[in-house]
């Protein structure tokens, strides 16, 4: 048991030395990783070009320098690489945004265009409505006329019957009342 405390008492300092070098290997590797994380598919798909220009903005202000020892120029090739696989993207993200802002703008249009023929058709039924109103209160008013006119012409025949009878009943009356 004392050799084995003394065999790890010895060993320490190669022990904490070794996890020391495991923990430095793996923060750089971590931070390789975080590099190339910027440009994921997950954030690819679902970043527009503003996102896209904050993570390419971000990565440019990260600073590669000798700190990262021997893992440097994998972390320069990591970068350029991820910056580029940014930019590419970018590219694609804002051409994919202009086609949809040009659908979006004949979408309106179309719709606008819907909306000024269906206001057109609206008012040439108003119109129509209006005229056939017009023309059908002028042919109640023609009537009407005609109606009143008739009338006119009935009474006055009546009346020029009723006169011409009222004379003839007062010139029989004169001619029974000669004879009697």
């Known amino acids: 048991d004392n050799m084995e405390l003394l065999q790890e008492e010895i060993r320490k300092p190669l022990t904490d030395f070794e996890q020391a070098e495991k923990d430095r290997v793996a923060k750089h590797e971590n931070a390789i990783q975080k590099i190339k994380g910027f440009a994921n598919n997950d954030f690819l798909i679902t970043a527009n070009s503003s996102m896209i220009e904050g993570a390419i903005a971000a990565l440019n202000d990260q600073v590669i320098d000798p700190s990262f020892d021997e893992y440097e120029e994998q972390a320069k090739l990591a970068k350029f ?91 029989q009356a004169a001619e029974n009342e000669r004879k009697r």
Not at 108 to 135: F, G, L, Y
Not at 137 to 163: C, G, Y
């Open 81 to 171: 690489e991820t910056i580029e696989t940014l930019r590419n993207a970018l590219t694609e993200t804002q051409a994919l945004e202009a086609e949809q802002a040009e659908l979006e703008r004949l979408r309106i249009a179309e719709q606008q265009r819907i909306q000024q023929e269906r206001e057109a058709q609206i008012a040439r039924e108003a119109a129509e409505k209006t005229t056939r109103e017009a023309e059908e209160k002028a042919r109640f008013e023609t009537e009407r006329v005609q109606r009143e006119k008739a009338e006119s012409e009935q009474r006055e025949a009546r009346l020029k019957a009723e006169k011409e009878a009222a004379e003839l009943r007062a010139q």
